[in-house]
């Protein structure tokens, strides 16, 4: 099984930016898509944005298509979360997941990693 931890989250200004990393242990990721979702306070997770298995393909909620940009590189099991022109309402926990072929989260959440932006 997968483990994976998110990091590189903070306090920033609106018009801000910030770099999120998902880094996997247990297992390699490059046989799974990728997603990285987010849940704000009182509110239900939604999807965010999402990664084929070698980084061809995304897909992005309407919310934050371009001003987030979502990366992987496999040879570091890694993948990462460009956010750009950061705004209030994206204010959240964000988390990383392991997708299956219908794109759907599957398995253990991590512990998230916090995103807070100023007016």
């Known amino acids: 099984q997968v483990q994976l931890v998110e990091s590189g989250g903070g306090y920033v200004q609106a018009g801000g930016s910030l770099r999120l990393s998902c880094a996997a242990s247990?297992?390699?990721?490059?046989?799974?898509?990728m997603g990285w979702f987010r849940q704000a306070p009182g509110k239900e997770r939604e999807f965010a944005a999402a990664i084929s298995s070698r980084g061809i393909s995304t897909r992005y909620a309407g919310s934050v298509k371009g001003r987030f940009t979502i990366s992987r590189v496999n040879a570091k099991n890694t993948v990462y979360l460009q956010m750009n022109s950061l705004k209030p309402e994206d204010t959240a926990i964000y988390f990383c997941?392991?997708?299956?072929?219908?794109?759907?989260?599957?398995?253990?959440w991590g512990q998230g990693t916090q995103v807070t932006v100023s007016s």
């Open positions: 247990g297992r390699t990721i490059s046989d799974y898509n």
């Open positions: 997941a392991a997708l299956d072929h219908k794109w759907s989260p599957f398995g253990s």
